[in-house]
């Protein structure tokens, strides 16, 4: 089954093409993970899946269901708004920098969209957001406020936020990129643990030991264009693109 | 001594009579004021050119003319084109408007500082518009911005004695016909101690809001 699938969009900042005609399908249970240069476009290519941005021409289908399409950059999306946000309630995304609600405790950060969106029941909320509490290991930071807990403590927060509102396909726009190096594991954790699970996820990184262990399928961006969308064991030890290889050399480098 | 004492009593009462007008007169601007310059904040970061045009204008002339003269203006200048204010119906509104307009650009910059990274959290968590204000930004600008409103809320206490130019016996005409009657200068220092005191409360008033808003930082 396709999740998401992006025909020929094209986004631009000024006269910078960040998406160059884009073309990808991500199937059910798919681990996709987005690798490339920084500029590269990959995190623009999340952000449009989920309507953080707006594309400039194509169409992107979520589940069957047409989210967004624009025939050119100045006419209008063909999707009302009201219908847009019907059809991103089937993402999640989970963002670099957290973004956890600093005014709210952490149960009270996975409750919020729950209660006030679908307008779920508080207690059932609250059993819930206890429950993926457990699973990403910080039941005892319950009714802690973000600043007091680290990093890595927020992301999987953040993670278990995003679980919340029980979406279909996860968006994770380099979760570990702002962690101190020793709170990489624990956050990378509990995304394997989503992978067994069989989540749908496409996770931006530039951590190329932690794609090719939880994904099951790499594309490699570079200029806005996707130019190669293999296997991890093809791209990590026999790249076709020479562009590919300079990277990836690069990276493990650091 | 005796008789001293009963006069600072009597000119105190006397004073206190007029303050009622100077705390009725806050009240009503503090209530309105608050509530307006977060609904006109809103509305200058609003998408609506007209209407983010229309409120800087505002703005720009209360902030830029002297509460005073804004005074005149309500009170006098209306009455010319035949619109009669009662005094405090006319200070009453011109404060809040007055203050409105202070507050305005207080909470406006106050959400603009608000990290969109909060925005794009409540957006990926499908969160409207509405809910995403009232329930995510809204609460961390009141935090934010508490600290100025504190100062906008002690200024108002002093600027409500402007209002004895529309003949209106507050505080600080009470203690100035005391003053008139009396030629000394216990009148004065009693004036000084109730502002004080009501600054005081005021400042030990917000220090308590911040105190709770700042559990999480």
Redesign the interface.
């Known amino acids: 089954m396709k999740m998401i699938e992006a025909i020929n969009v094209c986004k631009s900042f000024g006269a910078h093409r960040v998406l160059d005609n884009i073309n990808l399908v991500v199937n059910k249970g798919e681990v996709v993970a987005v690798i490339g240069p920084s500029g590269s476009g990959k995190s623009t290519l999340l952000r449009c899946f ?3 941005e707006e594309i400039d021409t194509g169409e992107i289908i979520i589940e069957g269901d047409v989210f967004s399409k624009k025939l050119s950059k100045h006419s209008r999306d063909q999707i009302t708004n009201k219908r847009k ?1 019907e059809i ?2 089937k ?3 989970v ?1 670099q ?1 957290f ?6 405790t952490v149960i009270e950060n996975i409750i ?2 729950p209660v ?2 679908l307008g779920m029941d508080k207690d059932e909320a609250i059993k819930r957001a206890e429950e993926l509490l457990k699973k990403v290991g910080l039941l005892d930071k319950r009714d802690s ?3 007091k807990i680290s990093g890595g403590q927020k992301q999987r927060v ?1 993670i278990a ?2 679980l919340g ?1 029980n979406p279909d396909i996860m968006l994770f726009d380099e979760p570990t990129s702002a962690l101190d190096p020793e709170l990489v594991g624990e956050v990378q954790r509990v995304i394997s643990d989503l992978a067994k699970e069989r989540m749908t996820m496409l996770i931006v990184t530039h951590e190329m030991g932690f794609a090719s262990k939880v994904a099951n399928r790499v594309i490699f961006m570079d200029d806005g264009k996707i130019i190669e969308d293999c296997t991890p064991e093809k791209i990590f030890s026999n790249p076709d693109h020479p562009r590919i290889k300079t990277f990836i050399e690069k990276i493990a480098k650091r | 001594m005796e008789s001293y004492i009963k006069y600072l009593l009597d000119s105190t009462i006397f004073i206190l009579e007029g303050s009622v007008l100077t705390v009725k007169l806050y009240a009503v601007t503090i209530i309105f004021a608050i509530p307006f310059g977060i609904i006109l904040a809103l509305m200058k970061i609003s998408r609506f050119k007209t209407l983010r045009y229309l409120i800087s204008f505002y703005t720009w002339v209360f902030r830029g003319t002297p509460l005073l003269l804004q005074l005149f203006f309500t009170y006098y200048g209306l009455s010319i084109i035949g619109i009669t204010l009662q005094p405090f119906t006319a200070a009453a509104l011109t404060f809040v408007v007055n203050y409105s307009a202070y507050l305005t650009e207080i909470y406006r910059a106050g959400i603009e500082s608000i990290d969109k990274g909060q925005y794009e959290a409540a957006r990926a968590l499908n969160m409207d518009y509405f809910q995403t204000m009232r329930r995510i930004i809204l609460p961390q600008v009141v935090r934010r911005t508490i600290p100025p409103t504190c100062n906008e809320a002690i200024t108002l206490v002093k600027d409500t004695a402007l209002v004895v130019v529309l003949g209106m016996g507050d505080l600080l005409r009470s203690a100035k016909e005391l003053f008139s009657r009396d030629f000394a200068i216990t009148p004065f220092a009693i004036a000084a101690v109730l502002y004080l005191l009501m600054t005081t409360v005021i400042v030990y008033f917000f220090r308590k809001i911040e105190d709770k808003y700042s559990v999480y930082e």
Do not use: C, D
């Open positions: 989920n309507g953080l946000r991103s309630m993402l999640g995304m963002f920098h973004n956890l609600f600093p005014h709210r919020e969209a006030t969106v406020y973000p600043s953040a936020r995003a509102m």
